[in-house]
Nanobody, 123 residues
Framework: QVQLVESGGGLVQAGGSLRLSCAASGRTDNFYAMGWFRQAPGKEREFVTAITWSSGNTYYLGSVKGRFTISRDNVKNTVYLQMNSLSPEDTAIYYC????????????????WGQGTQVTVSS
């Protein structure tokens, strides 16, 4: 049984930073990638970033490129999301997820999900 547990959300002022963590337990050796998605009120859940589990290749939503950085620690089975220069438009629930497929951008292809962590950016 795979479990993903996020932590690190909170309230921050515009221009500030937050670091999210996602700890995976259970069988992780068949993960192709882990990603972060976010869902703002009234909006669909959108892809933010992903990292391939073995090679560490990273992919980003255009609007977060240069501000957000995804990284992983394969020993700790943990993925991190460093978020800098936050703006109110980044306010959302952030979800960690894991996929066994190549289509890292497609939320429907992610089999495992965390419970989500709230990120609120005040102006």
């Amino acid at each position: 049984q795979v479990q993903l547990v996020e932590s690190g959300g909170g309230l921050v002022q515009a221009g500030g930073s937050l670091r999210l963590s996602c700890a995976a337990s259970g069988r992780t050796d068949n993960f192709y990638a882990m990603g972060w998605f976010r869902q703002a009120p009234g909006k669909e859940r959108e892809f933010v970033t992903a990292i391939t589990w073995s090679s560490g290749n990273t992919y980003y939503l255009g609007s977060v490129k240069g501000r957000f950085t995804i990284s992983r620690d394969n020993v700790k089975n943990t993925v991190y999301l460093q978020m800098n220069s936050l703006s109110p438009e980044d306010t959302a629930i952030y979800y960690c997820a894991a996929t066994q497929t190549l289509t890292y951008w497609n939320r429907d292809m992610y089999k495992y999900w965390g419970q989500g962590t709230q990120v609120t950016v005040s102006s």
